[in-house]
């Protein structure tokens, strides 16, 4: 079975600093990878995906995650946090073979402070 | 874009009643819906996989007769939540996937709170 492990609860960074959220994922197939975030209140939302290809992937907002095959790691980054980037983020994999359900790490709440 | 609509947001019930929660693809058919569960502060759980004209498939430690899911069209599937406790209070979330694609695409979620 595939899981997902975010290594980190609760991180409180400051305006401007550089992020990094560890993720690790244990499955020994070919997988999707996905970073979502739920912001206070809404719903989850889509931040990027990793299917295939070049292994760093750009995605909204100035977030970006790099996947490292051998470390079986998605961590995702920014290099300067804004105060409107206070949410929970949770990396999500799925196996690349048809309809399958995702599985989620289970969050790291990101507090910005001004 | 893809979207997917949930019905109810919110829904507070008394203890033992029934609720039935709504999951609509409103621009493409999904063959195969997903149910998660996501209580306070904690990640969100698969429940089950709804597949149309079939029997959905729970994951363990969930019960199919307490979390009955429909999937009668390729636009909707349903989740209801009988006899529910105050336990059952939670998140629920639906995702559906089109054909031969990954499941990208969410529902708002549905606040269920019993009393």
């Known amino acids: 079975a595939q899981s997902v492990s975010q290594h980190n609860h609760h991180v409180i960074l400051s305006e401007a600093a550089s992020l990094e959220l560890g993720c690790n994922y244990s499955?020994?197939?070919?997988?999707?990878l996905f970073w979502y975030v739920q912001y206070p209140g809404q719903h989850l939302q889509l931040l990027l995906k990793?299917?295939?290809?070049?292994?760093l992937v750009k995605g909204i907002k100035g977030f970006e995650a790099e996947f490292i095959k051998s470390k079986f790691s998605f961590n995702l980054r920014k290099p300067s946090v804004q105060w409107s980037d206070t949410a929970e983020y949770f990396c999500?994999?799925?196996?690349?073979?048809?309809?399958?359900?995702?599985?989620f790490g289970k969050g790291t709440r990101l507090s910005v402070i001004a | 874009g893809a979207v997917v609509s949930q019905h109810p947001s919110r829904v507070i019930c008394k203890s033992g009643t029934s609720v039935k929660i709504e999951c609509r693809s409103l621009?493409?058919?999904?063959?195969?819906m997903f149910w998660y569960r996501q209580f306070p502060k904690q990640s969100l759980m698969l429940m089950a996989t709804?597949?149309?004209?079939?029997?959905?498939?729970?994951e363990q430690g969930v019960e199919k007769d307490k979390f009955l899911i429909n999937h009668a069209s390729l636009t909707l599937s349903t989740l209801t939540v009988t006899s529910a406790h105050p336990e059952d209070s939670s998140f629920y979330i639906c995702?559906?996937?089109?054909?031969?694609?990954?499941?990208?695409?969410f529902g708002n979620g549905t606040r269920l709170t019993v009393t």
């Open positions: 995702s559906a996937t089109r054909v031969a694609d990954s499941p990208l695409h």
């Open positions: 999500a994999v799925n196996r690349n073979s048809g309809n399958t359900p995702l599985v």
């Open positions: 709804s597949n149309e004209g079939s029997k959905a498939t729970y």
């Open positions: 990793y299917f295939s290809g070049d292994p």
């Open positions: 499955y020994g197939g070919t997988v999707n």
């Open positions: 621009d493409f058919q999904a063959t195969t």
